[in-house]
């Protein structure tokens, strides 16, 4: 099992920034890739971002790109989510995940995620 646990989230006016982090626990090892998810009142959870634990690959969504960028320190099992320049539209459940996956068509599915953190609220006001 591995334990997944959010923590950073709250409320930010528009432009604001906000960081993330997720802290892994457990049989990290059984992993590959670590991503954000998110999901807002009534939509479908959807792809944020992720990173490989061991190569430093990212990827992400293109909602994001250029506002939010994903990050990992290893030696704290940890993965961080900085956003920049938020809007209202970012407001969202944020969750953190794993998976045996590292590739990009497999990490977007939700299906293809094997542990999920509890969430952190992220609101952004306009």
């Known amino acids: 099992q591995v334990q997944l646990v959010e923590s950073g989230g709250g409320l930010v006016q528009a432009g604001g920034s906000l960081r993330l982090s997720c802290a892994a626990s457990?049989?990290?090892?059984?992993?590959?890739?670590l991503a954000w998810f998110r999901q807002a009142p009534g939509k479908e959870r959807e792809f944020v971002a992720a990173i490989t634990w061991t190569g430093g690959s990212t990827w992400s969504a293109d909602s994001v790109k250029g506002r939010f960028t994903v990050s990992r320190d290893n030696a704290k099992n940890t993965m961080y989510l900085q956003m920049n320049s938020l809007k209202p539209e970012d407001t969202a459940i944020y969750f953190c995940?794993?998976?045996?996956?590292?590739?990009?068509?497999?990490?977007?599915?939700?299906?293809?995620?094997?542990?999920w953190g509890q969430g952190t609220q992220v609101t952004v006001s306009s």
């Open positions: 457990g049989r990290t090892n059984s992993v590959n890739t």
């Open positions: 995940a794993a998976s045996k996956y590292t590739s990009f068509i497999r990490l977007i599915s939700v299906t293809n995620i094997d542990y």
